[in-house]
């Protein structure tokens, strides 16, 4: 059980003219699972490794339960860490494997064979305690990395990119085992990946992480309505959320957007906020999930239709994919669409998008013009 | 046809490994024939088969001729030396490939540059720092001498293999709460055992066989190795070919009982970095 604190968390490695990580500030709350994603390079390991004790920290803080870590070896910390490599140590049984941690620590024998017991039965790793790692499947070697951090009951869990050597069907799996460990345990989780799927469904709130920035901090769909900025906007989704250039005009007492050919009202955004952006070009951003071949009933009035050439039907099965490009502008749309779909490509379409779910973006900076109301 | 043109493309490899094995094999049969035989009856006619075999050479040599204190002090000297160097070199290979330190690079160049300069070239500097040191003439000194030698070579192969060693690994065992130490003790040595492996049979070869320091730094006859053992028998006068040979084969025989057991786990060990 334990808060683990970033204050300012800064990270310059040795002859790197730019910082890695800069002044990440993050509040992990006691039993909370929280993801840190970003694209590699962002800096999301380095803060793990920060927080672990693996590196040291050029400026700022972490601290756990209050108590500043910045100098306290990384064995002092009662944290346990979960590698991408699953680093198991080749030489050594899966028994010894998850006694190592313990054996250091000074728990006595009978105590350590019982919890090792405990938690390979937990996992389904009995039948493998004599094995060693070269003798197990991937999935089996992510569970006894797993186990060997579950064993030591430590205050902090961090995980590395823990699923991503493993197919996509053992990582599905893998995923739910993982947080279903997780609740029943309720320690403190950082979960490191750069899979949106991953941080969507397994967090209870996401950092997402770009440029050794932190760029939003929020639960999973909070982040996923309303991104902070471009960039957010097209990680998160799949497929991303389409951006199309646009303008922002007064339109008797309100806004409205043009883009592509079309003006849309803007009903969503408080008037004050987008006072300031009148007149000037914007970035109109829109999920495929929020366009439409014909209207549903209850997109009734705040609806626009857009006219578009089909550059691609892409049938998925469950849904289908429209690669759309608008006629004026020429600029490429995804829509998510139902299966059951006559279009075909080369033709044209009036696609429909919902002008509530409509999403504005300064063109300068990228930042998301309207904070949710 | 085909099947004859296979052997015709295979027959000069064949033909070079042949001439090879005779080159190589030939002088040890020839010495194993005549470790078994008196020497008047090699100067008869030294390409002789051992016919009737004279074993009794070998207890002769034993007892005799001293190749028993011979054969104690090169194992005295070598085994400690060998496991000084592997301790020593193991520790020094884990720092230098596991740890970023201001010196890294320039500590491991003094150390491997060790291996540039020929053994004649450090002999007379050696001898003066053992003589001051009251080394001289020791079985200790000639083994701490050997040390010196075989470092940067050991260093070399070892450092190689344990940089290869997935970082992962040693990060666990921190988590996992374990000393620098430890984690070279747990963790680096036996997962590099291969190369350590390696290491200490080349170290043992090598030094098991090795003249020039042995003969300047060791006068006592208590105190020689093998190697010097067997000249003994090279008088300014007269040569007792028989005894020298008997003596080859007693020195020989624990290098080749060592290469026919380890022989496959030393060419994994020597191999290992170049494949992955």
Redesign the interface.
């Known amino acids: 059980m334990a808060v683990v604190t970033l204050e300012r968390l800064s990270k310059r490695y040795e002859g790197a003219s730019d910082l890695a990580v800069k002044e990440v500030s993050l509040a992990v709350k006691d039993g909370e699972f929280m993801v840190l994603l970003g694209p590699s390079g962002c800096g999301k390991s380095s803060v793990l490794r920060m927080i672990a004790g693996l590196e040291s920290v050029s400026s700022g803080t972490v601290s756990i339960d209050g108590r500043v870590m910045n100098h306290v070896p990384a064995k002092d910390r009662d944290i346990a860490m979960v590698f991408q490599s699953y680093a198991l140590y080749p030489h050594m049984t899966v028994r010894e494997n998850l006694a190592f941690g313990l054996r250091r620590r000074a728990v006595a024998g009978a105590e350590i064979e019982r919890r090792v017991h405990q938690v390979a039965a937990k996992l389904g790793l009995t039948p493998f305690l004599g094995r060693k790692p070269h003798a197990l499947s991937g999935g089996q070697r992510q569970r006894v990395a797993l186990g060997r951090a579950i064993v030591r009951n430590p205050r902090v869990f961090l995980f590395d990119e823990p699923l991503s050597n493993l197919d996509a069907a053992l990582r599905a799996t893998t995923r739910n085992e993982l947080i279903k460990q997780q609740h029943e345990l309720g320690t403190t989780t950082i979960y490191v990946t750069h899979d949106q799927v991953e941080a969507m469904t397994m967090g209870d709130r996401i950092c997402i992480m770009n440029g050794g920035e932190t760029v939003q901090i929020g639960s999973p769909l909070e982040v996923y309505r309303n991104p902070a900025d471009t960039f957010v906007a097209r990680f998160l989704g799949s497929p991303p959320m389409n951006l199309i250039e646009a303008r922002l005009e007064r339109s008797g007492d309100g806004f409205a957007v043009q883009s592509a050919g079309i003006t849309v009202p803007i009903s969503r955004v408080p008037p004050q906020r987008l006072a300031a952006h009148a007149g000037r070009p914007v970035t109109l951003g829109i999920r495929p999930e929020d366009l439409y071949e014909r209207p549903p009933t209850e997109l009734a009035g705040r609806s626009a239709q857009l006219p578009a050439r089909i550059l691609a039907v892409e049938p998925l099965g469950a849904e289908t994919l429209l690669v759309l490009a608008t006629k004026a502008g020429n600029e490429e749309l995804i829509a998510r669409i139902g299966r059951e779909t006559l279009l075909r490509s080369g033709g044209e379409v009036m696609i429909v998008l919902d002008t509530a779910a409509i999403h504005l973006f300064d063109r300068d900076t990228g930042k998301a013009i309207a904070e949710p109301a | 046809m085909r099947l004859w043109l296979g052997y015709l493309r295979r027959t000069p490899l064949v033909a070079f490994l042949l001439l090879y094995t005779v080159v190589t094999g030939g002088p040890f049969l020839w010495v194993a024939a005549m470790s078994l035989r008196t020497t008047p009856e090699i100067l008869d006619n030294p390409y002789a088969l051992p016919i009737p075999a004279h074993w009794d050479n070998f207890i002769d040599a034993w007892t005799t001729s001293r190749y028993g204190v011979y054969f104690l002090n090169s194992l005295i000297v070598v085994v400690s030396a060998v496991l000084l160097v592997t301790l020593i070199g193991a520790m020094a290979a884990h720092c230098l490939s596991r740890y970023?330190f201001r010196a890294n690079r320039l500590a491991r160049m003094i150390i491997l540059s060790g291996m540039i300069l020929p053994p004649q070239l450090m002999i007379l500097s050696l001898f003066q720092i053992l003589l001051q040191f009251g080394l001289y003439n020791t079985l200790a000194g000639l083994s701490i001498a050997y040390v010196a030698t075989q470092l940067a070579m050991t260093v070399y192969i070892l450092e190689g293999f344990f940089a290869q060693l997935?970082q992962?690994?040693f990060?666990?065992?921190?988590?996992?709460?374990?000393s620098d130490f430890?984690i070279f003790w747990r963790?680096t040595l036996?997962?590099g055992?291969p190369a350590v492996f390696t290491t200490v049979v080349l170290n043992f070869i090598i030094l098991w066989n090795e003249f020039l320091y042995a003969i300047v730094l060791i006068t006592e006859d208590d105190k020689r190795t093998l190697p010097l053992g067997i000249m003994h028998f090279m008088g300014s006068h007269q040569l007792d070919v028989g005894m020298i040979a008997t003596g080859l084969m007693i020195s020989m025989s624990p290098i080749i009982v060592l290469y026919a057991l380890f022989s496959e786990t030393l060419i994994k060990g020597m191999t290992a970095g170049a494949v992955r």
Do not use: Q, S
């Not at chain 2, 990060?171 to 374990?178: F, I, K, N, S």
């Open positions: 970023r997935p992962d690994l990060d666990a065992a921190r988590m996992d709460g374990y430890e963790i036996p997962i055992l």
